[in-house]
């Protein structure tokens, strides 16, 4: 995922080794790429860099905080157990799991997601208090998640194939330089008919996502912060912040740390270890 997409690819991203933010980067663009003059192939292009910057890390796990801030300022706070399996299929998603360890209201919790290219993805919602798996119908992934501002197909990874692509602009985005690239979901049941995505000329990361709703109004801005690098390789950004502009809402991910390499296999992303999960 390109996810948290599971998004997450819309939450596979990368980093620097030392693990500091970096100083003004000097803009160079990629060797290669098609030049303005046909928006489309550059669009393409740079996604597919992106891509393929997170490719070969396996397995992987991480603690995750979800911060919910309502209008008023108020907060509260969630603990999760997030695990990703990299498919070595190219012509399909990654999986991903998410459990909820904290508060005991929502402990137990747990969303499986299979991404696909093709086809509709698949997810799975265990919920502890009924004892039952349900499975998240394509006509519902546009729905919020567990009340935060992130939908369920947000957390589905962002491969490359499931949208088309057109360059619109390149410019400043805080102390780097991004490409601006418009992509429109090639998936049906989306809730959104297009997102505006940044993406730096420097490592090729995500830096922020403006996503549109069906009538083509600004809904969500995700934010990308904090990027750490992991074993010289893989980028992955310490904390999300996804803003609802219409609710005035915001949902912040925050990782404490990622491992790799852990020896998760596909066992570990079925719908029977949704209920051991907890």
């Known amino acids: 995922m390109n996810h948290i997409s599971g998004y997450v690819r819309f939450l596979a991203l990368g980093f620097l080794a030392a693990a500091l933010l970096r100083g003004p980067a000097v803009w160079a663009e990629a060797p290669g790429l098609p030049g303005a003059n046909d928006a489309a192939a550059r669009g393409l292009a740079i996604a597919k860099i992106n891509d393929e910057r997170d490719k070969g890390w396996g397995d992987a796990r991480a603690d995750m905080k979800m911060v919910l801030t309502n209008a ?16 070595p299929d190219p012509n399909d998603g990654n999986w991903s799991l998410m459990t909820f360890d904290r508060p005991r209201d929502i402990e137990g919790t747990a969303l499986l997601t299979y991404s696909h290219i093709k086809d509709a993805d698949d997810q799975w919602l265990y919920l ?45 985005c805080a102390e780097l330089t991004c490409h601006v690239v418009e ?5 049906e049941d989306s809730g959104y008919s297009r997102e505006l995505v940044w993406i730096d000329t420097t490592d090729y990361q995500f830096r922020k996502i403006d996503y549109y709703d069906r009538k083509n109004a600004l809904l969500k801005t995700l934010t990308f912060k904090a990027y750490k690098l992991y074993e010289d390789k893989y980028w992955r950004p310490l904390e999300l912040d996804m803003v609802n502009h219409g ?6 991910l925050i990782w404490t740390e990622y491992k790799f390499h852990t020896g998760l296999t596909r066992d570990d992303f079925t719908t029977a270890s949704l209920e051991r999960a907890r």
């Not at 300022?73 to 990299?86: H, V």
């Not at 992509?183 to 998936?187: A, G, I, L, Q, V």
Request: aromatic share 12%; charged share 30%; hydrophobic share 30%.
């Open 247 to 252: 609710n005035g809402k915001t949902t912040a």
């Open 72 to 87: 008023s300022g108020e907060t509260s706070q969630r603990e999760l157990d997030f695990m990703m399996l990299e498919n």
């Open 128 to 172: 502890p208090t009924i004892k039952r798996v349900k499975r998240i119908s394509s006509s519902n992934r546009a729905g919020p998640f567990v009340g935060s501002e992130f939908a369920f197909e947000d957390f589905s990874t962002q491969q490359l194939g499931k949208f088309s692509y057109n360059w619109l602009r390149d410019e400043p």
């Open 183 to 187: 992509r429109t979901p090639r998936y």
